[in-house]
């Protein structure tokens, strides 16, 4: 039986190490701010909304939600954004996304400030992990996956690394994330050629495919490290992208669904957020 790589202690331990940098800030007269732009009433932003206030207060981070209306205009969005571009006070921004279809989403990445950009969506921030620069923030969803392995002793050096997916959001940042690591990655798509021949050969596989249990047992190997990204609904339960069941008996160590890197992400988010008003205060 596979090892459970379970998120809540990894996450514990992010936030024990963004709550001891509270104390430094505090005597400087700074409290870390997340301010969180949402547009419209979706559920399943208003449910990452509640969950990322809850880590924020636990931490000792402020939070400034700001709730525009669906029907926003472009202009008024981005007046939002360079106003909390201007504001001192608040260290990070978080924009849900997807927006609305009548706002342009990748002009809305622009205009927020890299340095305030806790989440990794705009190209500053992507920019410094794919040059490694340090500057700017990895995806939060991403980094969750490398704090998995850092804090169960996953050594990456070396290792054959796959990632299925592509994204900006994950696949892409989680493969240089691991090159960072010293691992040698392959990247794998919808358009591979004979995917399990791949994946099999991995010791580390990230699933980011967006599609549930689509990695089953030909695609998996005995003593893999498996990270699952996937977050799926099937009849009202929430699975992965890896099929838990063929899995669990073959790989060595798998992230469950729920209870995995969800678990972590909130808590990479809040440490990004006392590390910009770090940043911004030196």
């Known amino acids: 039986m596979a090892t459970l790589l379970k998120g809540a202690a990894v996450a514990d331990a992010i936030n024990e190490r963004s709550k001891a940098d509270i104390p430094a800030l505090a005597e400087r007269g700074i409290t870390p701010t997340l301010a969180m732009v949402r547009v419209g009433s979706r559920g399943d932003d208003i449910a990452y909304e509640n969950g990322a206030s809850k ?22 969005l ?59 923030f990895a995806p939060c969803t991403a980094q969750a996956c490398i704090e998995i ?81 996937g977050i799926n609904f099937i009849d009202g339960k929430m699975c992965g992208d890896v099929d838990f069941a063929a899995a669990e008996p073959v790989v060595g160590a798998i992230t469950p669904v729920p209870g995995g890197v969800g678990t972590v992400t909130t808590s990479v988010l809040v440490s990004h957020v006392v590390e910009a008003a770090n940043r911004q205060n030196i």
């Open 55 to 76: 880590r924020c207060d636990k931490v000792g981070v402020k939070v400034k939600s700001i709730v525009l209306p669906e029907d926003v205009t472009q202009s008024g």
């Open 149 to 229: 392995l850092d804090y169960y002793g996953v050594d990456c050096r070396g290792k054959r690394a796959v990632v299925v997916g592509r994204s900006l959001v994950v696949g892409k940042p989680a493969a240089m994330l691991l090159m960072a690591k010293n691992a040698t990655v392959t990247t794998c798509h919808t358009k591979t050629v004979d995917m399990p021949s791949i994946t099999k050969n991995a010791e580390i596989l990230i699933a980011a495919a967006g599609k549930a249990n689509a990695l089953g047992a030909e695609y998996l190997s005995r003593g893999q490290t498996v990270i699952d990204v």
């Open 78 to 136: 981005l007046e939002t954004i360079e106003d909390l571009n201007r504001d001192r006070l608040v260290h990070g921004v978080l924009i849900f996304m997807p927006l609305p279809k009548h706002l342009d989403g990748e002009a809305v990445r622009r205009a927020l400030l890299p340095e305030k950009d806790v989440d990794g969506i705009t190209s500053g921030s992507l920019a410094g992990v794919f040059t490694g620069s340090g500057e700017g």
